[in-house]
């Protein structure tokens, strides 16, 4: 069964710091890698994914995220934090080939950027 | 917003009682998603339907039940509640509902339920 582990429950960082989310993933089988961005008193957004191709991958907004089969993990980082990054962050894993779209999120990760 | 509507926003219902939660998908979108988030599950896999017919089961309790309409809309029936079953429950919606052409969810901002 698929599982995924979000290493810290919460990251405190000042603001322009670097910071990086840690995310690991178990699966059997080839997997699909998301991260979601829920604000306060909102739902979840895409951040960024992961498919197939180049294991980086990158946001709009300046988060990155490697994608490590060897050490199947899908960390998230960004060399610079604002304030406005604040959130929780939710990695996620989805089996490749299924013909579902069901996710296992992790159990998230609270950014607190302090100023 | 998100293109995802849920509703109501809000629900405070008693203990043994029923509600219908409602989530109408961004347009175009064939599927529904519904998740429960809380604070000692997290977020946990509800049950999927696409184009009217259920995709995949999760962790849904015989207490719960779903359908999609030919409309596309869902919703959730909750009933028999007990305290465990206060959370958020978010709908979710995509173009497709297999993994191999996933091009992620667009989320509802969720109704808060809590049962007293």
């Known amino acids: 069964a698929q599982s995924v582990t979000q290493l810290d429950s919460q990251v405190p960082v000042f603001e322009e710091a670097p910071v990086e989310l840690r995310c690991n993933y178990s699966?059997?089988?080839?997997?699909?890698l998301f991260w979601y961005v829920q604000y306060p008193n909102q739902g979840l957004q895409l951040l960024l994914k992961y498919l197939s191709g180049s294991t980086l991958v990158e946001s709009i907004n300046g988060f990155e995220a490697e994608f490590n089969k060897s050490q199947t993990s899908f960390h998230l980082r960004k060399p610079s934090v604002h304030i406005s990054d604040t959130a929780e962050y939710f990695c996620?894993?989805?089996?490749?080939?299924?013909?579902?779209?069901?996710?296992?999120f992790g159990q998230g990760t609270t950014l607190q950027v302090k100023p | 917003d998100s293109g995802v509507t849920q509703t109501p926003k809000h629900l405070i219902t008693a203990t043994g009682q029923r509600v219908t939660l409602r989530c109408s998908p961004r347009s175009g979108d064939l599927s529904v998603y519904w998740y429960q988030q809380s604070l000692d599950q997290g977020l946990q896999f509800l049950i999927q339907?696409?184009?009217?017919?259920?995709?995949a089961k999760g962790n849904i309790l015989e207490r719960f039940s779903a359908q999609q309409f030919p409309d596309l809309h869902s919703e959730l029936n909750l009933s028999s509640l007990e305290l465990g079953d206060s959370a958020l429950y978010f709908c979710?919606?995509?173009?497709?509902?297999?993994?191999?052409?996933?091009?992620?969810?667009?989320f509802g901002s969720g109704t808060r339920l809590t049962v007293v």
């Open positions: 979710a919606s995509s173009v497709e509902g297999s993994a191999s052409h996933f091009v992620g969810y667009t």
């Open positions: 996620a894993v989805s089996e490749g080939g299924s013909n579902t779209g069901k996710l296992i």
């Open positions: 339907y696409y184009n009217g017919e259920e995709r």
């Open positions: 699966s059997s089988v080839s997997v699909y």
